[in-house]
């Protein structure tokens, strides 16, 4: 094959070497030129062949073998995948930056998400076998009426055996709720802990469906400032001595929504001393616990039991794993979760027990884990592009890398409105949301963009900051 | 093989004889003496040969096909199946009747449920292929956030095919809103249609669970009396006249919850009239309406536009499929389909999109239609053996056999107490409901039980029915 590889780059265009050698590639493997199962040469020997830096080799390797054209195997080398991955190549097409001209143009054709997961990464066969296999377990094949409202008995003993080793979190499954996704858990958790008319805090900026949910159990809002660590907790603090019934704080501490910006260490503990003094409930929202990037997670509040403050702890699946996927959790002291399961109980009854026990088995089993494993590293390469891509092609803005999460935080300079750079994207094809989406007061402007990035491939980004560059000009 | 079947039935056990002779065949296929793919004994040829009716071994190679021993192909005959259905024989050993003296017993090993279908019935190769065709199409892998609260597009047309064509009810996709089974949908309705502190009038006895979601969403609860023909219509009008703030009635007219009752023409006009005239909004729960065993179907309230009066129409495909699976609808003129998505984003976003998108293959399919015909006719089967068994062994109570549903209801003698009886009967290991736990003043005794017929075999039924004759003496 080495002989049949043909690669012309150019240095003039804006595209940067390694999509292009990623798009000379995928078209060899197209045209028939690359046979399934054929092995290509090693990055070394063709970062010499073609005069490139190994590391450019790599990272248009890890492009390739992310959207399926090519498979690693470390002791053997790099292959032509075996099944050409014809849904994905589908996917990216359908995802076009330029529909068509004459096709009616509604959906964006590329999307910088709030901080979605990438649904293609998705353990997908595991979860389809699970789901089958669980269609057919005696458990369910049983089940004559209604089932558990805290959820499947296997999924919280999983749950509760992640927790414990993967954020240090001990849970016993009997404290453990299964809802529809951390929405429905963040609505029960209010209606748990306020009387209508009583006020909880939240961050602001802050996370709008955090917000619908709380009024919706009847709760009042009182927006909290947040700076470069996180919640102010001296607003807080001030908040408390002069809010009448104020009875909790929603907090994402790990990586604030919207900005991204970790808590630290004496900002906890001041947080939980805050709420012992005011009598505050905690709901903690750790959302994407595990996409860390620099060093390890930071321990949840709860893992070192919350100071003695009482709290409700809200995780997501649908994070880890795709946001169609609904399934969250929320853990509590007893007397807390049995409002919360007979509220539940009330307005949905239970979850749905095969797709569970289906979650279940891949939590178990570990397919979970390695996905996570893999994704996290994924999405650190496509936080490390966007970056790069932002800091040659977007100089209107500023930001710091996110030590974790799905997003970044872009901060625009005071000549660009954010939403009209949002109207002027959106017309170009490109869904990007403009700070003002999580500000409590509208009118307050917040020159800002989150740009999710974990669900854009590098050639996906990089279309992405050429239409946000060509929407600022 | 005709030479090697040895049955031996007997005359004198209080046994059926077709249930001897299913054992007796399926004892030979599990002893392996009856091999996979072997053709068995035409009816007629086996009913001379053995001395038996013909209907008797029809009735037992129902029972054997039901339990995926053999199968029958319209053309060339009976089979014993090519797979030995393990997991349903585990199934059927593990609801024994007679638990090991030694095992900690905690599941009633048998269960008459409150009404609900079969999930051994459930097209699961169908669901299953359709589920994972769903997590590798392209609309889930290109999705970047949420998708519509209403619910899957493809799901909400195949509904609104399927409704139009089975119910006679004409509802464009965009005014169908897919719930979290019909729980969320009364949730949801009574939210968008009541202020807190105001009534809605629902039957007494009726469906508890609805009035469970009445309450969380903040409304009121007056019953109106049940008799043989449905909801009192005219003890409605008298409530209407006197109790403030009534503004929505909830009923199920097809087989009401619980007593299996049909309303009839002139009562559904007259229930029209006083809802007109009191202005109340009805909400109509057609929870069960394929399973019609007598004619068909009668037409829902809203298929002939409800007179004009306001109305929410809520189904469940829960019913159609199995308890656990959670996927209902709702549907209502667009201002109140409005307030009832807002309110379920709120809550819960939306839905699934994996698990809505396979019911919407299998749906549009026809795998669920096939699968209703087949349970229809296996249910009513079901219901004619529970009938039978009743009237041979059970003298201490009295019922009508019901049109429709999955349930029978069983007045008892006033002799007996239900509840005690319920409670004998689950310390043999049988749970069954007693008709205390459909009445909203439980201070009424209600001598009656609620015997959900479908989701037991014949086998079970018979099982079931010596257990309550026992609990009865």
């Given at each position: 094959m080495r002989s049949k590889l043909t690669i012309e780059l150019s240095?003039?265009?804006?595209?940067?070497i390694f999509l292009q050698l990623v798009d000379a590639v995928r078209t060899e493997i197209e045209r028939g030129r690359l046979k399934p199962g054929e092995r290509l040469p090693g990055t070394r020997a063709l970062g010499k062949s073609l005069g490139l830096n190994r590391n450019t080799i790599n990272a248009a390797f890890s492009e390739l073998a992310l959207q399926g054209w090519i498979e690693t195997s470390p002791s053997s080398g790099t292959f032509?995948?075996?099944?050409?991955?014809t849904s994905i190549a589908q996917t990216i097409r359908t995802t076009?930056?330029?529909?068509?001209?004459?096709s009616n143009f509604r959906?964006?054709?590329?999307n910088f998400s709030d901080g979605a997961p990438d649904?293609?990464?998705?353990?997908r066969a595991e979860l389809a076998q699970s789901f089958r296999r669980a269609l057919a377990s005696p458990a369910f094949l049983s089940s004559r009426g209604y089932g558990d409202p805290r959820g499947s008995s296997e999924l919280r003993a999983a749950l509760s055996e992640y927790l414990a080793e993967e954020r240090g979190i001990v849970a016993p499954p009997t404290n453990i709720l299964v809802t529809r996704g951390s929405q429905m858990a963040l609505f029960l958790a209010a209606n748990a802990l306020l009387s209508p008319g009583e006020t909880i805090a939240v961050e602001n900026p802050g996370y709008p469906l955090a917000w619908t949910a709380f009024r919706a159990a009847g709760a009042r809002i009182v927006g909290v400032n947040v700076d470069s660590g996180g919640m102010d907790v001296d607003h807080l603090a001030e908040l408390a001595g002069k809010?009448?019934?104020?009875r909790a704080v929603y907090v994402t501490?790990?990586?604030?929504?919207?900005?991204t910006v970790t808590m630290g260490a004496a900002r906890r503990l001041k947080l939980l001393e805050v709420c012992q003094r005011a009598s505050l409930t905690i709901i903690e929202d750790?959302?994407?616990?595990?996409?860390?990037?620099?060093g390890r997670p930071i321990m949840p509040l709860?893992?070192?039991?919350?100071?003695g403050v009482p709290s409700v702890y809200v995780g997501s699946l649908s994070k880890l794993l795709?946001?169609?996927l609904r399934v969250g959790y929320a853990l509590a002291e007893p007397s807390i979760l049995q409002r919360m399961c007979d509220r539940r109980e009330a307005i949905d009854?239970?979850?749905?027990i095969p797709l569970e026990h289906a979650l279940a088995s891949i939590l178990a089993e570990g397919a979970i884990r390695r996905h996570t494993k893999k994704a996290r590293r994924l999405y650190m390469e496509r936080r490390d592009i966007l970056t790069r891509l932002l800091e040659e092609r977007f100089p209107l803005g500023e930001f710091e890398v996110p030590?974790?999460?799905?997003a970044i935080w872009l901060r625009l300079n005071e000549t660009l409105s954010a939403e009209t750079l949002a109207s002027r994207a959106a017309a170009l094809g490109l869904s990007v949301m403009p700070g003002v989406k999580f500000a409590?007061?509208?009118?307050?402007?917040?020159?800002?963009l989150r740009l999710g990035?974990?669900?854009?491939t590098a050639d996906e980004l990089h279309s992405a900051v050429e239409l946000l560059a060509r929407s600022a000009s």
């Open positions: 240095n003039d265009g804006g595209r940067p032509v995948s075996k099944e050409i991955p076009s930056v330029y529909p068509a001209a004459t959906k964006p054709a590329l649904p293609r990464l998705l353990p809010v009448e019934g104020l501490p790990h990586h604030q929504y919207p900005t750790d959302y994407d616990h595990e996409y860390r990037y620099e709860v893992a070192r039991g919350a100071g795709a946001p169609g009854r239970q979850g749905d030590a974790g999460g799905l409590l007061d509208p009118l307050v402007p917040r020159e800002a990035f974990a669900s854009l």
